[in-house]
C-alpha cells in the first residue's frame, strides 16, 4: 500500500525536498494534496509531475490560472485557506507534512490533528505560537506529530533508543548561522542578503533570517518544549559549527546519544514519510576522517539577543511565545525589504514580551487575537 501524502506548502524548500523524496520512492508514496501560498509556476509544475489529486492555492485570485492548467487532466483545483482545512483532514490522506511558513500554518496544522492524521511537522511556528493548543488537539483527536526540523528529528531518533528511561536534558545543535564569528557592531550592520548566506543549510529565506538572529534556535527550544514534554531547564543550547550532530540527548548517567549525519533536510523528511522505516533520500553520507574534529561553542546572547528572548517567552509561559513570533515574522518581512536593521528585529521581539497582554492558558482564539495584535503593534513601530 502506498502512503498517500499531502503537502501544505509544496513550493518552498522543504515542500519542494519532501517531493525529492516522493520522486525517489514512487513505489512507496501518492501525493494526493498539494498546496502553495501563491507560486502558481511551480505549484501546477508540481501537479503535473506527481499527477496530485487536489491541488490547493491559498491566493484566490490566482485560482483561475492553476485552474485552467491543471483541470483537464482531472486535478481537482481549490482556492483560499479555509479550502486548504478542509482538504487537510481528507479521508484517504495518510501523511500530511506542514511545510508551510510562520503562522499561517496553525489552521491546517489544527485540521490535519482534529482529524487524527499523522502530521510531519516542519512549520515550528505552528507549536511556537499554539503548542498547548496543538499538542492537546493531538492528544484528544489521536493525531500525531513527528518532527521534520533536524534537531527535533534527532531528538526523536535518540529516543528511540532510550528505552523506559527518562531524559535528563537535550542539547540542541546551532551551526550558529553566518555571523557567528562576527563583533557585534559588525552584525548591527548585516544586510539581509548577508544573512541569506548560510553556511550549511539550504532553507528558505524566513528560517534562514531567524538562523542569523538565532531566534530560529529559539523557536526549536520552544518547539523542543512541546514535542518532548520538555522544562525549559532541560534544554540547552551549544553552537556546532559543522552541524553534523543533529542534536542529542543526555540520560541520567550522564550518557548522551547523539544523531549525526550530513546536513541534509531530505534526511529527517525521509524519516517522517517512512518511520519507523528509513529510505535513501539521495544525500551525502559522512566522511568521519575527511571531518578530521567536531567543535562546539556557548551561544552568546550579547551578540544574538533573540535567542535569549525565545527562553524567556518559554518560562513566562501562555501567550508569551506567541506574541514574539508574531513580531519576529512582521520584524523579518521588514528586515528582508531592508526596512528596518539586523537588532531591530530583537528591539521589536523585545517590546512585544514587555508590552504583552498576558494569557495564561490562551484559548485557540486568544492565539489568533494576540497573534493580531501584536502583529499591527510590530508593524505599528516599522512604518
Ligand atoms: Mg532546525
Not at 481537482?76 to 479555509?82: I, M, P, R, S, T
Request: glycine share 8%.
Amino acid at each position: 500500500m502506498k502512503r498517500k501524502i499531502a503537502i501544505l506548502g509544496s513550493t518552498g524548500s522543504i515542500g519542494t525536498q519532501t517531493l525529492d523524496v516522493i520522486r525517489q520512492h514512487r513505489d512507496l508514496f501518492e501525493v494526493e494534496l498539494l498546496s502553495a501560498r501563491s507560486s502558481t509556476g511551480l505549484l501546477i509544475r508540481q501537479a503535473l509531475e506527481f499527477d496530485a489529486a487536489h491541488v490547493v492555492i491559498c491566493d484566490e485570485m490566482r485560482y483561475q490560472e492553476v485552474a485552467d492548467a491543471l483541470q483537464p487532466h482531472g486535478t481537482k483545483v481549490w482556492a483560499g485557506v479555509d479550502s486548504l482545512c478542509d482538504l487537510a483532514g481528507m479521508d484517504g490522506v495518510d501523511i500530511v507534512v506542514g511545510a508551510m511558513v510562520g503562522f499561517s500554518g496553525l489552521r491546517p496544522t489544527l485540521a490535519a490533528l482534529r482529524a487524527g492524521k499523522v502530521v510531519a511537522l516542519a512549520n515550528k511556528e505552528t507549536l511556537v505560537a499554539a503548542g498547548s493548543v496543538v499538542t492537546r488537539t493531538a492528544r484528544e483527536h489521536g493525531g500525531v506529530i513527528l518532527p521534520v526540523d533536524s534537531e527535533h528529528s534527532a531528538i526523536f531518533q535518540c529516543l528511540l533508543a532510550a528505552g523506559e528511561n527518562p531524559v535528563e536534558r537535550v542539547h540542541l545543535t546551532a551551526s550558529g548561522g553566518p555571523f557567528r564569528t562576527w563583533e557585534r557592531q559588525r552584525i548591527a550592520g548585516a544586510t539581509a542578503a548577508q544573512a541569506l548566506k548560510h553556511p550549511n543549510w539550504d532553507m528558505g529565506a524566513k528560517v534562514t533570517i531567524d538562523s542569523a538572529t538565532m531566534m530560529n534556535k529559539g523557536f526549536e527550544v520552544i518547539e523542543a518544549r512541546w514535542l518532548f514534554d520538555l522544562k525549559p531547564e532541560q534544554i540547552h543550547v551549544v553552537i556546532h559549527p559543522e552541524s553534523v550532530i543533529h542534536s542529542m540527548v543526555e540520560f541520567v548517567d550522564g550518557a548522551v546519544i547523539a544523531q549525526l549525519g550530513c546536513p541534509d533536510m531530505r534526511e529527517p523528511i525521509g524519516f517522517a514519510l517512512s518511520f519507523p522505516q528509513r529510505l535513501t533520500v539521495g544525500n551525502k553520507k559522512l566522511d568521519f576522517a575527511a571531518l578530521g574534529g567536531l567543535s562546539f561553542e556557548e551561544p552568546d546572547m550579547s551578540r544574538f539577543p533573540c535567542l535569549g528572548l525565545a527562553f524567556e517567552a518559554l518560562r513566562r509561559g501562555g501567550n508569551a511565545p506567541c506574541a514574539l513570533n508574531a513580531a519576529n515574522e512582521v520584524a523579518v518581512a521588514a528586515y528582508l525589504k531592508d526596512l528596518i536593521s539586523f537588532y531591530d528585529i530583537a528591539k521589536i521581539g523585545e517590546r512585544a514580551l514587555s508590552g504583552l497582554n498576558f494569557a495564561a492558558d490562551p484559548s485557540l482564539d486568544d492565539i489568533f487575537e494576540t497573534n493580531r495584535e501584536v502583529a499591527a503593534i510590530a508593524d505599528g513601530y516599522i512604518h
